[in-house]
C-alpha cells in the first residue's frame, strides 16, 4: 500500500515535470533546436532504443563503471582495513589523502590520458578515483569505531591477526563501510559520465558529446534521461544489496527484544 | 593456592598529571572450584581488580599467579563475562559460541556438536539460529555463557553480568548461574554491588570499599546450597554485609540497594 502510494506521487511529480517542459517547449518562446519537446525527446529516445545504440552505450558504460567501481570497493577495504588498524602508518597516509581527495578526478585528465591511453582505461581509472576515497575514509573510520569490547572478547578467546581482521574487525566496521560504498557510487557514477565526455569514443557521456557535435539536442536530452534512469537503478540496486547483507549479517535490529 | 593476589595496586596517571589509585594492595587467596563474589559501590576497585586477573590490564604493583604462573595477558584459561555480553551482532547464536573454538584450531563439525551441547545447557536450543539483537537482554547473557563454558576455562569471571537485567530476569539468571556452576566446577569471581546476589552466590564475599579500592573483609557465606533468599540466616548474612558498609560512613555509599 505504501509502494503504491509512493509510486502514484512519483508519477504525478514527473508528470507535472514534463506537463511544464512540454507547456514551454510549445509556448514558442525558445528554439526547438534549444529546448527540443519532450515529444521530439522521446521519438529520439525510441529511435536510438530501435536501432540499439542506445543498449551499446549503456552496456559499456556499465561495464567501465562496475571495473572501476570494484577495484576502488576492494583497494579501498583492503587498505582502510590496514590503515585503519596500523594507526601509526595511518598517521602518516592521513596528510597525502586529505590533500589528494579534493582535488577532482577530472583534474588527473591530462595525466591519465598519458599514463593509460584512451579507450576504456581512462574512464575506469576517473571511476576509481572518484569511489576511492570515500570507501577508503569510511573503512578506516569504520575500525576506529569498532566497539573495545570485541576486541577485549577477540583477546580473550586468544583470536589474532590475521583472523582478528576478518573475524572481528571488518564485520563490526561494516556498517560504515556500507555507507561508504553506498557514497561512492553516487559519485563514481557522477563521473563516469564526465570521463567519458573528455577522452572516450562510446558510452552514455560519448553520446551526449556526439550529439551535440551533431547538434541533436533531442539527443542531447535522451541521453541525460537515460543517465538519470541508469544511476537510479544502480542505487536502487546497492540498497537491495545492502539490505540482504545487513539481514544476512544479523545488524538489523528491527522485530529485536528488550 | 589456586588463584594467588599478592598486594596488587592498579594506579592511573590522569591528564593533570596526578594520579589515582584505583585499587590499593589488594592481597587475595581463592581455592579451585570457589566462587567468589567482590561487593562493593562503583570505584571500589572491583572491576579493576577483575580485569587485572583476567589479564586485560596489569597491575602496578603486586602480582597474580594463577596455579603458579604469573598473569601477563589474556587466556582462554580465564574468560570475562560482561554486563553488555559482548555478542557479535552479526553472528547468530551458534555462530557466537562457536568464536572461542575457532582460534583453537577444532574442526568444523566438531566444534559445532560442542556449541551445541552447551547451547542446550543454557537452555536456548529453539534460538541457536537467531542473532543476538532478536533475543532478551537475559537469553543474550545465557549465550554469552555457553560461549564462555564451550572453550572450558577453569575460571570464569563475570563483571556484573546480570546489572543490565530485571529484578525477576536476575534471580532467575542467579539461579542459572549457580546451577551450571556446580555442574561444570569452574572457579568464578563475580562481580556485584547487590548485596543479595552475593549472599546468594557467593561462598565468601570480599567486601571492598572506595577511594582508594581496598579490600575492607572478607565474609564466609556458610549457607547450604541452593539457598532460600528469604530464610532468616540468609537475611543475617545479609545484615551484616549492610553494617560492615555502614562502618565506613555514608559519604562513600552512592547508592543502597
Given at each position: 500500500?505504501?509502494?503504491?502510494?509512493?509510486?502514484?506521487?512519483?508519477?504525478?511529480?514527473?508528470?507535472?515535470?514534463?506537463?511544464?517542459?512540454?507547456?514551454?517547449?510549445?509556448?514558442?518562446?525558445?528554439?526547438?533546436?534549444?529546448?527540443?519537446?519532450?515529444?521530439?525527446?522521446?521519438q529520439?529516445?525510441?529511435?536510438?532504443?530501435?536501432?540499439?545504440?542506445?543498449?551499446?552505450?549503456?552496456?559499456?558504460?556499465?561495464?567501465?563503471?562496475?571495473?572501476?567501481?570494484?577495484?576502488?570497493?576492494?583497494?579501498?577495504?583492503?587498505?582502510?582495513?590496514?590503515?585503519?588498524?596500523?594507526?601509526?602508518?595511518?598517521?602518516?597516509?592521513?596528510?597525502?589523502?586529505?590533500?589528494?581527495?579534493?582535488?577532482?578526478?577530472?583534474?588527473?585528465?591530462?595525466?591519465?590520458?598519458?599514463?593509460?591511453?584512451?579507450?576504456?582505461?581512462?574512464?575506469?581509472?576517473?571511476?576509481?578515483?572518484?569511489?576511492?576515497?570515500?570507501?577508503l575514509?569510511?573503512?578506516?573510520?569504520?575500525?576506529?569505531?569498532?566497539?573495545?569490547?570485541?576486541?577485549?572478547?577477540?583477546?580473550?578467546?586468544?583470536?589474532?591477526?590475521?583472523?582478528?581482521?576478518?573475524?572481528?574487525?571488518?564485520p563490526?566496521?561494516?556498517?560504515?563501510?556500507?555507507?561508504?560504498?553506498?557514497?561512492?557510487?553516487?559519485?563514481?557514477?557522477?563521473?563516469?559520465?564526465?570521463?567519458?565526455?573528455?577522452?572516450?569514443?562510446?558510452?552514455?557521456?560519448?553520446?551526449?558529446?556526439?550529439?551535440?557535435?551533431?547538434?541533436?539536442?533531442?539527443?542531447?536530452?535522451?541521453?541525460?534521461?537515460?543517465?538519470?534512469?541508469?544511476?537510479?537503478?544502480?542505487?536502487?540496486?546497492?540498497?537491495?544489496?545492502?539490505?540482504?547483507?545487513?539481514?544476512?549479517?544479523?545488524?538489523?535490529?528491527?522485530?529485536?527484544?528488550? | 593456592?589456586?588463584?594467588?593476589?599478592?598486594?596488587?595496586?592498579?594506579?592511573?596517571?590522569?591528564?593533570?598529571?596526578?594520579?589515582?589509585?584505583?585499587?590499593?594492595?589488594?592481597?587475595?587467596?581463592?581455592?579451585?572450584?570457589?566462587?567468589?563474589?567482590?561487593?562493593?559501590?562503583?570505584?571500589?576497585?572491583?572491576?579493576?581488580?577483575?580485569?587485572?586477573?583476567?589479564?586485560?590490564?596489569?597491575?602496578?604493583?603486586?602480582?597474580?599467579?594463577?596455579?603458579?604462573?604469573?598473569?601477563?595477558?589474556?587466556?582462554?584459561?580465564?574468560?570475562?563475562?560482561?554486563?553488555?555480553?559482548?555478542?557479535?551482532?552479526w553472528r547468530?547464536?551458534?555462530?557466537?559460541?562457536?568464536?572461542?573454538?575457532?582460534?583453537?584450531?577444532?574442526?568444523?563439525k566438531?566444534?559445532?556438536?560442542?556449541?551445541?551441547?552447551?547451547?542446550?545447557?543454557?537452555?536456548?536450543?529453539?534460538?541457536?539460529?537467531?542473532?543476538?539483537?532478536?533475543?532478551?537482554?537475559?537469553?543474550?547473557?545465557?549465550?554469552?555463557?555457553?560461549?564462555?563454558?564451550?572453550?572450558?576455562p577453569?575460571i570464569?569471571?563475570?563483571?556484573?553480568?546480570?546489572?543490565?537485567?530485571?529484578?525477576?530476569?536476575?534471580?532467575?539468571?542467579?539461579?542459572?548461574?549457580?546451577?551450571?556452576?556446580?555442574?561444570k566446577?569452574?572457579?568464578?569471581?563475580?562481580?556485584?554491588h547487590?548485596?543479595?546476589?552475593?549472599?546468594?552466590?557467593?561462598?565468601?564475599?570480599?567486601?571492598?570499599?572506595?577511594?582508594?579500592?581496598?579490600?575492607?573483609?572478607?565474609?564466609?557465606?556458610?549457607?547450604?546450597?541452593?539457598?532460600?533468599?528469604?530464610?532468616?540466616?540468609?537475611?543475617?548474612?545479609?545484615?551484616?554485609?549492610?553494617?560492615?558498609f555502614?562502618?565506613?560512613?555514608?559519604?562513600?555509599?552512592?547508592?543502597?540497594?
Open positions: 500500500m505504501k509502494n503504491v502510494k509512493q509510486f502514484i506521487r512519483a508519477v504525478i511529480s514527473l508528470s507535472i515535470l514534463i506537463g511544464v517542459w512540454w507547456a514551454i517547449a510549445a509556448s514558442g518562446r525558445f528554439e526547438p533546436s534549444l529546448l527540443p519537446s519532450p515529444w521530439k525527446v522521446w529520439g529516445m525510441f529511435e536510438m532504443i530501435k536501432d540499439g545504440t542506445l543498449w551499446t552505450h549503456v552496456w559499456i558504460s556499465l561495464g567501465r563503471f562496475f571495473a572501476g567501481y570494484l577495484a576502488a570497493a576492494v583497494s579501498g577495504i583492503v587498505l582502510g582495513l590496514i590503515f585503519g588498524w596500523y594507526k601509526k602508518v595511518w598517521a602518516f597516509v592521513d596528510p597525502i589523502v586529505q590533500v589528494l581527495r579534493p582535488v577532482s578526478p577530472i583534474a588527473w585528465f591530462p595525466f591519465i590520458i598519458l599514463w593509460f591511453g584512451i579507450g576504456n582505461a581512462p574512464a575506469v581509472v576517473i571511476i576509481f578515483t572518484a569511489a576511492f576515497y570515500p570507501i575514509l569510511s573503512t578506516v573510520a569504520g575500525v576506529n569505531r569498532v566497539d573495545a569490547l570485541y576486541l577485549k572478547v577477540a583477546a580473550n578467546f586468544g583470536i589474532r591477526q590475521p583472523q582478528l581482521l576478518y573475524k572481528i574487525i571488518l563490526a566496521a561494516f556498517p560504515m563501510i556500507m555507507n561508504g560504498l553506498h557514497m561512492a557510487i553516487g559519485s563514481a557514477w557522477v563521473f563516469l559520465v564526465a570521463g567519458e565526455m573528455v577522452g572516450a569514443q562510446s558510452g552514455l557521456g560519448y553520446l551526449i558529446i556526439d550529439s551535440r557535435n551533431a547538434l541533436r539536442s533531442d539527443l542531447v536530452l535522451a541521453g541525460i534521461i537515460f543517465i538519470g534512469i541508469s544511476g537510479y537503478f544502480i542505487d536502487r540496486l546497492v540498497r537491495l544489496i545492502e539490505r540482504i547483507i545487513e539481514k544476512q549479517w544479523g545488524i538489523l535490529s528491527e522485530g529485536g527484544r528488550t | 593456592m589456586f588463584i594467588e593476589i599478592k598486594d596488587a595496586s592498579r594506579s592511573y596517571h590522569q591528564n593533570d598529571g596526578q594520579e589515582t589509585s584505583a585499587l590499593d594492595s589488594v592481597n587475595l587467596k581463592i581455592a579451585e572450584g570457589e566462587f567468589i563474589c567482590l561487593l562493593g559501590p562503583s570505584g571500589c576497585g572491583k572491576s579493576t581488580l577483575l580485569n587485572i586477573v583476567a589479564g586485560f590490564d596489569r597491575p602496578s604493583q603486586g602480582s597474580i599467579h594463577v596455579k603458579g604462573q604469573e598473569v601477563t595477558q589474556p587466556s582462554v584459561e580465564r574468560i570475562a563475562i560482561f554486563q553488555n555480553y559482548g555478542l557479535l551482532p547468530s547464536v551458534l555462530r557466537n559460541v562457536t568464536l572461542g573454538l575457532e582460534a583453537t584450531g577444532m574442526n568444523a566438531a566444534s559445532r556438536l560442542l556449541a551445541e551441547e552447551y547451547i542446550e545447557l543454557v537452555g536456548l536450543t529453539e534460538y541457536k539460529k537467531h542473532h543476538p539483537g532478536q533475543l532478551s537482554g537475559g537469553m543474550q547473557q545465557r549465550v554469552a555463557l555457553a560461549r564462555a563454558l564451550a572453550v572450558d577453569k570464569l569471571l563475570m563483571d556484573e553480568p546480570l546489572g543490565a537485567l530485571d529484578a525477576m530476569t536476575r534471580m532467575s539468571m542467579q539461579d542459572e548461574i549457580e546451577r551450571i556452576w556446580q555442574k566446577m569452574k572457579t568464578i569471581i563475580f562481580v556485584t547487590d548485596i543479595e546476589e552475593a549472599v546468594f552466590l557467593a561462598d565468601r564475599i570480599v567486601i571492598m570499599t572506595p577511594s582508594p579500592g581496598k579490600v575492607k573483609m572478607v565474609m564466609e557465606v556458610p549457607l547450604a546450597r541452593k539457598r532460600d533468599r528469604t530464610s532468616p540466616e540468609f537475611l543475617k548474612i545479609r545484615d551484616q554485609i549492610f553494617k560492615a555502614e562502618f565506613k560512613g555514608e559519604d562513600a555509599w552512592d547508592y543502597i540497594l
